[in-house]
């Protein structure tokens, strides 16, 4: 991540430029910042390539292919406009390096030569169990992409990124924590083999180290091209590079298409895979389902990643928030808005002009930082007795907090049972009463008990009930205090499934939801 540039855009579309992630051939990437509050990837197509009809068609066409694929394992568009004087395509931001900075230690966006054909001397390569949650993660990855009849082309070190969110599915090695980028030279699986060619006036369509034998060849493209490339990635996650780099892209290309790649470095487990990849022949690769197959049997159970990778994601992370700032991490719904009020009127109920209402309390929506979009659902005024633990609920109603503003909010468009937030706003006379009832619940951890579980069925007023949801389940809790205001939130996948890889989910729901709630959504409107 790189500080803009004096000539760089300040604002790309209604994003708002807050650093450049990356640069390559067809432009520039950028990290933005939209009116809801959402970050974004934000790709800039160079402006000498603007008027140049195969790379406006090469942009379309990636736009248009990326717009087909959903799913936990790739990066959802937002947004783009291809008839801007310079196009662009927002995608959703994820925070997490790219593998080859992992392995390689190269700087990502630091002008990395994307059509290199050697790959640096390994410096961090990952341990077997890391390399089998990789494979798990490029097939889930693989998996969304081919079910929306594409072909993605370009599977490289660079174009996968690496998180620190948990395993979605039911892989037993686990396949959490991997995404994959880059949607320019994907092709749909029904397009003519004619355009699949390797050159076109020269321009090289891939990365040569990690190509299939068809690719080089120009021949008919298919989804086994992928996974090719796969095994390509896998070994140079192992070594640190390409079974078949070479100092000419000559060589490289002779190679891939001729040369047995040695794979007596790899452990044991990983080179079962590997090779099943590696097959010259398109027909004799093991099909995505089969590949899932073999990746579970020698899988193992999910793994965490080297202790860099977290400490990667943790920097990035803490260098967008400081981007960001702390006033705009609150407020997910908006800048403008805020700044018309006088945030210390907050402090006291003689001042504070928010109305004690579900919209102005709890916003109807708001993004977390994994990409998952929650939209409120039952909302409103609530007993503080009926909100609240007896101890907590005496404390806070001595304290002249008589209601809380309650509500739910329900994950959308999730490929998994969705995650249910559940968040309550408590109205206290002033900030000392907040503090007081907010250090109350730090010392009486864990204090997530002490708040009420709303559920999902709303009364007749359209306030939500409170949850009978038994025990046992995964949940987490976030609670901070703003103004006078006491701001909770517990959230639990709505099956409440009681496994610990729920982690990342969960948390990330509870905390951006607490972000979210209190007096800033009224002063956003």
Request: aromatic content about 6%; glycine content about 10%; overall charge neutral.
């Amino acid at each position: 991540m790189q500080q803009l540039a004096e000539g760089d855009p300040r604002e790309i579309g209604p994003y708002r430029s807050l650093a450049v992630l990356g640069h390559g051939g067809m432009g520039r990437v950028f990290l933005g910042r939209g009116p809801d509050g959402r970050l974004a990837a934000v790709k800039l197509i160079r402006a000498a390539l603007g008027d140049d009809a195969r790379h406006q068609g090469r942009f379309r066409r990636e736009v248009a292919t990326a717009r087909r694929v959903h799913g936990s394992h790739t990066a959802a568009v937002l947004d783009a406009d291809l008839d801007a004087p310079t196009p662009w395509l927002a995608s959703a931001y994820i925070p997490g390096p790219s593998l080859r900075r992992v392995v390689a230690g190269e700087v990502d966006g630091a002008g990395v030569d994307t059509e290199a054909t050697t790959v640096d001397v390994a410096v961090g390569v990952l341990p077997e169990d890391a390399v089998l949650r990789l494979a798990a993660g490029l097939t889930s990855a693989l998996g969304e992409i081919h079910g929306a009849g594409l072909v993605h082309r370009d599977l490289k070190p660079d174009n996968i990124l690496l998180t620190d969110e948990a395993t979605a599915t039911g892989v037993p090695g686990g396949d959490g924590g991997v995404r994959v980028v880059d949607f320019g030279v994907a092709l749909a699986t029904d397009d003519a083999a004619g355009s699949t060619r390797l050159t076109r006036t020269g321009w090289v369509v891939g990365s040569p180290p990690y190509m299939s034998p068809e690719q080089v060849e120009g021949a008919a493209i298919t989804p086994a091209s992928d996974i090719f490339s796969l095994g390509c990635v896998l070994v140079m996650a192992s070594t640190g590079a390409s079974p078949f780099s070479g100092s000419s892209l000559q060589q490289v290309l002779s190679r891939v298409l001729h040369s047995e790649p040695d794979l007596s470095a790899l452990p044991d487990r990983v080179r079962e895979v590997v090779a099943a990849c590696l097959v010259k022949e398109p027909a004799r690769r093991p099909s995505l389902d089969r590949l899932r197959e073999l990746v579970c049997r020698v899988g193992a159970p999910a793994p965490p990643w080297p202790s860099r990778v977290t400490d990667l994601v943790r920097e990035q992370r803490d260098e967008v928030a400081r981007l960001v700032g702390p006033a705009d991490e609150a407020n997910t719904a908006g800048r403008r808005g805020s700044e018309r009020i006088d945030k210390n009127s907050w402090n006291d109920r003689a001042t504070d002009p928010t109305p004690f209402t579900a919209d102005a309390l709890l916003p109807e929506r708001f993004v977390n930082d994994l990409d998952g979009e929650f939209v409120r659902g039952a909302a409103g005024p609530r007993p503080t007795e009926e909100a609240a633990s007896r101890k907590l609920a005496s404390l806070l109603v001595s304290a002249g907090c008589s209601r809380a503003m309650a509500g739910i909010y329900l994950e959308q468009r999730s490929p998994n049972p969705p995650v249910l937030v559940s968040a309550t706003v408590f109205p206290l006379p002033d900030t000392a009463a907040a503090s007081m009832a907010y250090r109350w619940l730090l010392q009486n951890a864990p204090w997530k008990g002490e708040l009420t579980l709303w559920s999902a069925r709303p009364r007749d007023d359209g306030s939500p009930r409170s949850g009978d949801y038994g025990e046992g389940y995964f949940e987490r809790a976030h609670t901070r205090f703003v103004g006078r205001y006491l701001i909770t939130t517990r959230s639990l996948r709505s099956d409440l499934l009681a496994e610990s890889w729920l982690h990342p989910y969960v948390y990330a729901a509870a905390k951006r939801g607490c972000l979210a709630c209190g007096p800033q959504s009224h002063a956003a409107r």
